[in-house]
């Protein structure tokens, strides 16, 4: 390996020594006109710029008696491993996610060769969504040996720190659904309030969801595959009774994606004049009127936590 630093002196005799980095070219003086101190420290400044350099291909020497691709396999691997094992909903959320631009920084980047100024400048130029994902993706090459020891410690991660969420009110309510002009918005917006369910979950209600007998809405979330079953009063019947008797109970607002789903509600609360709220709010406002009518504090916690 070729010497990264050199010495030089100046003057011909009895000069000062100085050390020229091959790389910058910055010249630096060693403060002795000894060579032999003077070649003492070159040499410990060259064996510093070697040994990192050498561990890293014994380290690499040792793992691929183990795993032939360690050495070539990148971070853009391991994030279409992690995807291609994600479904639905998840899935969707997490190929929004990667395609973030502070990704970039190690996409192509060795996982074996990765430090934690590298993890830090991913951090630094994205989102809280970013945060959250590369905690992850680390913990994902963890589990799966691609990687030896974690780049940044649990404890050294920075603070995820969330927007402030509040329940949607019920005038607030009722200034978004009477700003929609959209019919099926509107309705749905009501199904909402009265259920508390995740706006996907809303969206894919059918008519056979609802046992009318009974008064009674059950259907299965989408995203934990556990069954919800929801007895509803005369306010609700009375939405529901402007629904189709068949089929989807939404069938132009099933159709588009959460994201779709979001944004026409986020125009409807700008024309209201209603602020700090998303369709999640719904879940927040279903679970504060459960604590006030007393149910067991659990049951509101975990309406909330089961979408968080």
Not at 51 to 66: D, V
Not at 181 to 207: K, M
Not at 246 to 270: N, V
Request: charged residues 25%; aromatic residues 8%.
């Amino acid at each position: 390996m070729k010497n990264r630093f050199r010495l030089i002196q100046r003057g011909l005799r009895g000069g000062t020594f100085y050390c020229v980095d091959s790389e910058t070219g910055r010249r630096e003086s060693l403060g002795t006109k000894d060579s032999d101190e003077a070649a003492q420290i070159v040499l410990a400044k060259n064996q510093s710029v070697r040994q990192p350099a050498l561990s890293l291909q014994m380290a690499k020497a040792f793992l691929s008696a183990t795993d032939d691709a360690l050495a070539q396999r990148t971070w853009q691997q391991a994030i279409d491993t992690l995807v291609e094992a994600k479904h639905n909903s998840t899935k969707a959320r997490w190929q929004r996610a990667v395609k973030h631009a502070a990704f970039d920084r190690i996409r192509q980047r060795p996982i074996i060769e990765t430090h934690a100024e590298h993890f830090l400048a991913v951090l630094k130029a994205g989102t809280v969504s970013t945060n959250q994902h590369l905690r992850q993706l680390q913990n994902f090459a963890l589990d799966l040996n691609w990687l030896p020891r974690p780049i940044i410690p649990r404890r050294q991660w920075p603070r995820i720190r969330y927007h402030d969420r509040r329940a949607i009110t019920r005038s607030g309510h009722e200034k978004v659904v009477a700003a929609d002009p959209n019919a099926e918005r509107r309705l749905f917006y009501e199904v909402a309030w009265h259920l508390g369910a995740s706006q996907t979950d809303i969206a894919l209600l059918t008519a056979d969801n609802i046992d009318w007998p009974a008064r009674v809405i059950s259907f299965q979330r989408l995203k934990t595959r556990q069954p919800c079953i929801v007895h509803f009063g005369d306010s609700l019947a009375a939405v529901l009774e402007k629904l189709p008797t068949q089929g989807l109970l939404f069938p132009a607002f099933s159709k588009l994606r959460e994201g779709h789903r979001s944004t026409h509600f986020k125009r409807a609360c700008k024309k209201a004049g209603v602020q700090g709220v998303t369709l999640h709010s719904y879940r927040y406002a279903w679970a504060e009127r459960a604590r006030i009518a007393g149910y067991p504090e659990r049951f509101p916690n975990a309406m909330i936590a089961a979408n968080a």
